[in-house]
């Protein structure tokens, strides 16, 4: 019953007239950040985060949560309409979902994407709120040693996660552990690497990294890849009043598809490193083998497109937990989030649902409306996201280079930041393009403080013996997880490569 | 290339392993993990990664030479060139901005930037210059009541 009347609570808050603004803008926005190819949901959150500074914090988390998954929903459009992924989540949808478009099947295609990603969303926001309460429980009794083991986990897993090279993306976190030991020292209250810089006193900000990386950088690279040649590339076409609706058969041979991708989605979500593509990735693998008929897969079946978008949608849900309930992100899309709430003094954790119960489930409540308000967009505002496709990538480069440019300085009214922030998306560029990951940095460079001044606490408590690690029930579980987690995640990393490779090799 | 970003990233683990041993203590006066404590360790791990990877690098370079072997999408000069061009108009913006500070800058860099990327579409690229601007403007300075950038030197608007 708690949980019943703590959602109403969180209903009645994120149910005002300006706070349904805020989400709608939000969804729209997310859309739009899924719609274009080369950007995902971390480069749309880390250039949109400045502009919600003004806002309260209540609506601004609510439209950053939008843009989060919003993003899921846009980036399938144009799977299904030009056999490119928005983003990385979105790229088993294009096995069936362009085989079905080309097949005549756009419409339905596009409307189911929108019913599945409705019900990922919305079972995964169900289980949040069944399970982020008990989660929140049990890390209570977390300490420091806790704490440090659970900032590894997460950078560990997103390492074993990158696929290049493992190498590459421990470079890539130690960067951002060393930029996150810039500025001074509150323990000793000694400068640490700030040159005698006034500017640096304060650290090296996250937002001018996070835009610099994710929002230059992956237009640098989309140049480099020659994306902005490339155009929108042959939109198939789809009527609107003939066959665009599903068949009741759409519906029902899909059903306890979108039970099965919602729940598997859910659980990859939660684990950090995992995320939505390998969700997606995973939900098309299952679904295939246990399918009566596997072979119609790659070539427009509807369940082969439903599996892969519920998944990404739940996985997305999924990974507000460790966010909400210990404060790690799992990925860069949610470091940036937990970036948002630390930028207006809040600090996801344990305590965070019970010290700020009208903000944790005012969000909660905000995503089963977001998911509702991204169906209806998802069918009746798919036009408009066709016209968005068809601008050309050479006028929306420049544009996006103001943005970040703006963005930035409006946070702080810096030049020095709006610096750090080019030279950030031209190191982003190098980074994308010799495989390392500008995800992992960034992630450490927000966990980097916290794992810091975790291990310093452990070493004082202990008094500098590491067996404290393996002394504590608590840090034994993790460690344990964590093991278990470096074990299975390649392989199931694997095992969804494996179906993509099967897919290209396929057709 | 990858062997000389490898090369700058050396030289910056390299410094900050250097300014940790040297500035920064491993211990406080009271015997509990110091400001250096932290860094230290990165610093070292980076290094030994960096040079790790420095001669995975170049074990790859060698067999790539040896097979003849092309290494991404964009490697062929073009992806270079057109990345190199965003990349020289984003730092001329950089400049302009603290020049003439956001509006101004921002139309002048969408006038350069689409005549470089977008050449022949005068019409197209001068509506995008101009309505660009006016809705970042109107954004950041009214709506949200962010602050754009200031001009250096006096402009009437």
């Known amino acids: ?507 | 290339m990858r062997i000389v970003f490898l090369v700058a990233l050396l030289g910056g683990a390299v410094f900050y392993s250097y300014v940790a041993f040297i500035d920064l203590s491993f211990f406080n006066q009271r015997g509990r993990p110091g400001a250096g404590f932290f860094p230290r360790i990165v610093g070292v791990a980076m290094v030994v990664l960096v040079l790790w990877a420095m001669v995975d690098a170049l074990r790859d370079r060698r067999a790539a030479a040896t097979n003849g072997f092309h290494d991404g999408l964009g490697d062929t000069g073009s992806g270079w060139q057109d990345a190199a061009k965003l990349v020289l108009l984003a730092l001329t913006y950089a400049v302009l901005l603290r020049i003439f500070g956001g509006f101004v800058s921002t139309i002048i860099y969408l006038g350069l930037a689409l005549s470089v990327l977008n050449p022949g579409r005068h019409l197209q690229n001068a509506l995008v210059a101009v309505i660009m601007p006016i809705v970042v403007y109107l954004l950041f300075d009214r709506l949200l009541n962010a602050s754009m950038p200031p001009a250096l030197i006096d402009l009437p608007f």
């Open chain 1, 1 to 507: 019953m708690d949980i019943f009347s703590d959602l109403f609570m969180g209903l009645s808050i994120a149910i005002t007239p300006i706070n349904l603004v805020y989400l709608l803008i939000g969804a729209m926005v997310g859309m739009i950040v899924g719609v274009i190819p080369g950007f995902g949901p971390s480069a749309g959150l880390a250039i949109l985060l400045p502009v919600t500074f003004g806002m309260d914090p209540i609506g601004a988390i609510m439209m950053l949560a939008a843009i989060y998954y919003g993003a899921m929903y846009g980036g399938t459009i144009t799977s299904i309409l030009i056999n490119t992924p928005g983003e990385s989540a979105t790229v088993a949808s294009t096995f069936d979902g362009f085989p079905l478009a080309k097949k005549g099947r756009a419409g339905p295609a596009l409307v189911m994407q929108a019913v599945a990603s409705f019900v990922g969303g919305t079972v995964g926001v169900i289980l949040i709120t069944i399970l982020a309460p008990m989660f929140s429980q049990v890390s209570r009794s977390f300490g420091p040693p806790e704490y440090f083991l659970l900032a590894c986990m997460g950078l560990l897993t997103l390492i074993v996660m990158i696929g290049s090279s493992w190498k590459l993306g421990v470079i890539s976190a130690l960067i951002g552990l060393a930029l996150g030991t810039v500025g001074v020292d509150l323990e000793t209250g000694q400068g640490r690497y700030t040159f005698g810089s006034a500017e640096l006193i304060g650290g090296i900000y996250f937002i001018p990294i996070a835009i610099g990386l994710f929002g230059l950088g992956e237009l640098f690279y989309a140049f480099w890849s020659g994306l902005h040649n490339t155009g929108s590339g042959s939109i198939v076409q789809y009527s609107k009043e003939q066959r665009f609706w599903p068949t009741a058969q759409d519906f029902i041979s899909t059903k306890w598809t979108m039970v099965r991708g919602s729940v598997l989605g859910f659980v990859v979500g939660v684990i950090p490193g995992a995320g939505a593509t390998i969700a997606s990735l995973m939900a098309y693998s299952t679904e295939r083998s246990l399918s009566k008929h596997p072979e119609r897969f790659g070539k427009g079946e509807m369940a082969g497109l439903v599996a892969p978008e519920t998944a990404n949608n739940a996985a997305s849900s999924g990974a507000m937990i460790p966010l909400l309930t210990l404060g790690i992100p799992g990925s860069a899309s949610t470091a940036v989030l937990l970036a948002a709430f630390m930028l207006w003094g809040l600090r996801p954790g344990p305590l965070f649902m019970s010290q700020n119960p009208e903000l944790a489930w005012g969000l909660i409540a905000s995503m089963y409306l977001g998911n509702m308000v991204l169906l209806a967009i998802s069918i009746f505002a798919i036009p408009l996201f066709v016209q968005i496709i068809k601008v050309p990538y050479r006028i929306l480069g420049p544009a996006v280079v103001v943005i970040c440019a703006l963005g930035t300085f409006s946070v702080h009214a810096s030049f020095i930041e709006t610096y750090l922030m080019f030279a950030a998306g031209i190191v982003g560029f190098f980074m994308r393009r010799f495989g390392f990951s500008p995800a992992a940095l960034v992630l450490a460079l927000v966990l980097g403080p916290l794992a810091e001044e975790a291990l310093r606490q452990t070493m004082t408590i202990s008094r500098g013996s590491f067996a404290i690690f393996v002394q504590r029930p608590a840090s034994l579980w993790i460690i344990g997880i964590t093991i278990a987690l470096l074990v299975f995640l390649p392989i199931l990393g694997r095992i969804g490569s494996r179906a993509a490779n099967t897919e290209k090799a396929g057709g």
